[in-house]
C-alpha cells in the first residue's frame, strides 16, 4: 500500500511526504494523549467527550498518518508538495480499497494544533495531510450526498475578469 501511496506526482523528485503507522498499542495510547491535551486546552471533559478522544485511533486496526515534510527548494512551491502528500493519501486508500478493506481519512482537531501534532510523531515544520483509517466494514458503506458533476466545470471562456 505504501508503494502505491508513493507514486504520485512529484516535482523535483523531493518525496515531501511521509508515512506515520499507527497500530497495536500504539492506537489506544494515542487516544489517552489526546484525551489528557484536550483537557489541558478544555478543561474536564463530559464523559462522551473524553470516550471519543480515547478511541480516536482505535476504531481501526490500522491508521496510518499521511504527512507533508516539505523540502526546501526554490522552484518548487510549498503548495504543489502538499498537493502531492494530498495524492499519496487518495493512493494510499484506493490501494487500501483495492486489497478489500474499507477506509476513511480524518484530520479533525489535533492536526491544527502543535501540541497535537508533536504528540502523533509530526515535526514542526511538517502539516498533517491526514489520518487514514483501514480496517474491514460490515454492510455497505454508508453513502453520503455528492456534488452535480455539471456544477463543477465549464469550457474555458477567456480570462478572468471579474
Not at 14 to 37: H, Q, T
Not at 41 to 48: A, K, S, V, Y
Request: some cysteine; hydrophobic content about 40%.
Amino acid at each position: 500500500m505504501i508503494a502505491a501511496a508513493s507514486r504520485v506526482p512529484d516535482h523535483g523528485r523531493l518525496e515531501p511526504w511521509r508515512f506515520i503507522l499507527y497500530r497495536g498499542e500504539a492506537r489506544v495510547e494515542i487516544g489517552r494523549k489526546l484525551a489528557a491535551l484536550a483537557e489541558q486546552r478544555e478543561g474536564p471533559l463530559p464523559e462522551n467527550r473524553r470516550n471519543q478522544e480515547l478511541a480516536r485511533f482505535s476504531r481501526a486496526p490500522l491508521v496510518i498518518g499521511v504527512v507533508s515534510s516539505p523540502k526546501d527548494n526554490p522552484k518548487i512551491p510549498q503548495w504543489e508538495m502538499f498537493l502531492s502528500g494530498g495524492m499519496a493519501a487518495m493512493n494510499l486508500m484506493i490501494a487500501a480499497n483495492a486489497l478489500g478493506y474499507g477506509t476513511n481519512m480524518i484530520s479533525n482537531w489535533y492536526s491544527d494544533v502543535a501540541e497535537g501534532r508533536a504528540l502523533l510523531g509530526v515535526a514542526p515544520q511538517e502539516r498533517v495531510v491526514g489520518f487514514v483509517h483501514i480496517g474491514c466494514y460490515q454492510g455497505p458503506a454508508p453513502e453520503r450526498p455528492r456534488p452535480d458533476p455539471a456544477k463543477l466545470y465549464a469550457d474555458y471562456a477567456g480570462p478572468w475578469n471579474g
